[in-house]
């Protein structure tokens, strides 16, 4: 490394002289690669949780006050210069939780283990399969015939630990029998709503945020507010059985999607699929691909 940066600075002293450039020591880079690391990871946090929604609210904000820079509006540009302070202890109130979660998992965790763990340019991907979204259709449906009450949450890429944490850790494969007996009436697990991750139940009975919304119908119970409130925090797709109808409906985004059918629950569904290159079929044409460029 030494060595390195002394040709460097041989180099530089030649040919470079008329260019005043910084003297850059190892202890730069090694600061450089930390920051790094460390905004990576923030990043990552911040992408996991509700708080990129709110994260991604503040840019829009910062965009609007850098247009007013440009155009020199100095009635903005005060207002954003007086609620700058003000700005970074409401920040703090309201990532409260998120912060909190945070500083918990740090203290649970190696940080050498966590920075092995990293796989840069790689995200985790759960795939709900075309199996568990026929196992989802066919078990509201029968809940609905029978008129068993029924709120499941199905994760996106915001995660939803702070809600699993409420409930009952279950942790198994979503199948039709499986939802069925949990929404069963006068079982342990057949209040509050159910957490599934990929194509696994991974907890029960947890608590929603009931949402405000005052364009609800009132005719609408504690289940469909709370499906909608769920979906204005995250991306998830939360659906809701109802006790008194046996309808289906499907909350995304804060808004309520009622009186469904199978193929429009399964619509919905299809959706929230995501599906990853298949590396073994590439790796298998460039090979078959190789062998015919050395036939030829």
């Known amino acids: 490394m030494e060595q390195m940066f002394s040709m460097f600075s041989t180099f530089r002293d030649k040919y470079l002289t008329w260019i005043d450039l ?13 920051i790094a690391f460390l905004f990576y990871t923030i990043l990552l946090w911040i992408k996991s949780t509700r708080a990129w929604m709110l994260f991604k609210g503040l840019m829009v904000i910062l965009v609007f006050v850098m247009l007013a820079a440009v155009f020199q509006m100095t009635t903005i540009l005060w207002l954003a ?26 203290g649970r965790k190696s940080f050498l283990k966590g920075v092995a763990g990293i796989e840069f340019g790689k995200e985790p991907v759960e ?22 009450g029924a709120l499941i949450v199905i994760e996106d890429s915001v995660v939803l630990s702070e809600y699993e944490r409420t409930g009952i850790a279950v942790d198994a494969l979503l199948t039709n029998q499986l939802l069925i007996n949990i929404f069963e009436k006068n079982t342990p697990l057949h209040d509050g709503a159910i957490i599934v991750r990929g194509n ?14 005052m364009e609800l119908s009132k005719e609408l119970g504690t289940r469909h507010r709370a499906a909608v409130g769920v979906s204005e925090v995250s991306d998830s797709l939360t659906i809701v059985v109802s006790e008194e109808t046996g309808g289906i409906s499907v909350a995304v985004g804060g808004r309520l999607k009622r009186g469904l059918d199978q193929d429009g629950l399964r619509a919905q569904l299809k959706s929230l699929q995501k599906y990853e290159p298949d590396t073994k079929r590439k790796g298998l044409l460039k090979r078959r691909l190789k062998k015919e460029a050395e036939k030829c």
């Open 22 to 34: 910084p003297v850059i020591t190892v202890i730069d880079i090694l600061e450089i690669i930390i």
């Open 81 to 106: 210069e007086k609620t700058l302070n003000v700005g970074v202890i409401a920040l703090v109130i309201i990532f409260q939780p998120e912060l909190r979660r945070a500083l918990e998992q740090l």
């Open 127 to 148: 795939v709900i399969s075309e199996k568990t979204i026929n196992e989802l259709v066919r078990a509201c449906f029968e809940m609905g015939k029978v008129k068993t």
């Open 200 to 213: 696994r139940v991974v907890s029960a009975t947890c608590y929603l945020p009931l949402s405000d919304n």
